[in-house]
């Protein structure tokens, strides 16, 4: 199992930079990548990016943040940070950290964060 605390979400104005972190406990050698998803009211939770742990890191952006959104990771942390950049009043939303687990089974498993609030004022 792991854990994910979730820090730096607030209010900003438009234009702004924010920077999320997410801090990871518990087997984290089992986590295969981590990343943010965000949710909006009335709106499903739509992918923000996502990275892998392991490796290459590679990266995988939602069309909405691709170029404005940059994900970081510092493995001796267990951590992972969003610097959001050129925020809109649309990047508004409840951002949640995520970690993708595999089980000593073979099967996959997702973990969330407890969400942080981010506020775009126009």
């Known amino acids: 199992q792991v854990q994910l605390v979730e820090s730096g979400g607030g209010l900003v104005h438009t234009g702004g930079s924010l920077r999320l972190s997410c801090a990871a406990s518990g087997r984290v050698s089992n986590i295969n990548s981590m990343g943010w998803h965000r949710q909006s009211p009335g709106k499903q939770r739509e992918l923000v990016v996502t990275i892998s742990s392991r490796g290459s890191s590679a990266t995988n952006h939602g069309d909405s943040v691709m170029g404005r959104f940059t994900i970081s990771r510092d493995h001796g942390k267990n951590t992972v940070y969003l610097q959001m950049s050129s925020l809109k009043p649309e990047d508004t939303a409840v951002y949640y950290c995520?970690?993708?687990?595999?089980?000593?089974?073979?099967?996959?498993?997702?973990?969330w964060g407890q969400g942080t609030q981010v506020t775009v004022s126009s």
């Open positions: 995520n970690a993708d687990y595999w089980n000593d089974d073979g099967s996959a498993q997702d973990y």
